[in-house]
């Protein structure tokens, strides 16, 4: 622990308390050169003005590489959106599939009265005809 003492001429000293015991005076050098050690740590930028602007211009270069990373997962997403929508709107895939089973509605109509002209001329039933061309009830 650090405590100022209510000295006030040039010798001002700082006791502090070691685990040891007793406290050890620290001398008003002593507290100048501590400082100095401690604005060391801080690095360059802190002491030197063109450094500063080196880390300026380092942050700079980073934010304009996020900027472009951000650009090409947005660009990723949209590629994956298009893929997963098939190049249409909610609305217009839900059409396209209405129209498709419309489609296969009037193909399946169409087999059945095949296969029950077939069934007649055979004199047999649409369901022999089914088991003759492999085909299950469920079609």
């Given at each position: 622990m650090i405590e100022m003492?209510?000295?006030t001429d040039k010798t001002d000293?700082?006791?502090t308390m070691t685990d040891d015991g007793p406290h050890q005076p620290i001398t008003t050098m002593t507290r100048m050169t501590m400082t100095a050690n401690v604005g060391a740590g801080i690095g360059k930028s802190r002491l030197d003005p063109h450094g500063d602007m080196?880390?300026?211009a380092k942050e700079?270069?980073?934010i304009?590489?996020?900027k472009a990373t951000i650009l090409d997962l947005e660009r990723q997403e949209q590629e994956i959106i298009?893929?997963?929508r098939?190049?249409?709107t909610p609305s217009e895939i839900i059409d396209k599939h209405i129209k498709q089973l419309h489609r296969y509605n009037e193909v399946k109509d169409a087999g059945q009265i095949i296969l029950g002209k077939v069934a007649e001329l055979e004199g047999t039933t649409i369901k022999k005809q089914?088991?003759?061309f492999g085909l299950d009830s469920e079609d």
């Amino acid at each position: 622990m650090i405590e100022m003492n209510d000295k006030t001429d040039k010798t001002d000293k700082i006791d502090t308390m070691t685990d040891d015991g007793p406290h050890q005076p620290i001398t008003t050098m002593t507290r100048m050169t501590m400082t100095a050690n401690v604005g060391a740590g801080i690095g360059k930028s802190r002491l030197d003005p063109h450094g500063d602007m080196m880390t300026i211009a380092k942050e700079e270069a980073k934010i304009e590489e996020l900027k472009a990373t951000i650009l090409d997962l947005e660009r990723q997403e949209q590629e994956i959106i298009s893929a997963i929508r098939g190049g249409g709107t909610p609305s217009e895939i839900i059409d396209k599939h209405i129209k498709q089973l419309h489609r296969y509605n009037e193909v399946k109509d169409a087999g059945q009265i095949i296969l029950g002209k077939v069934a007649e001329l055979e004199g047999t039933t649409i369901k022999k005809q089914y088991e003759v061309f492999g085909l299950d009830s469920e079609d």
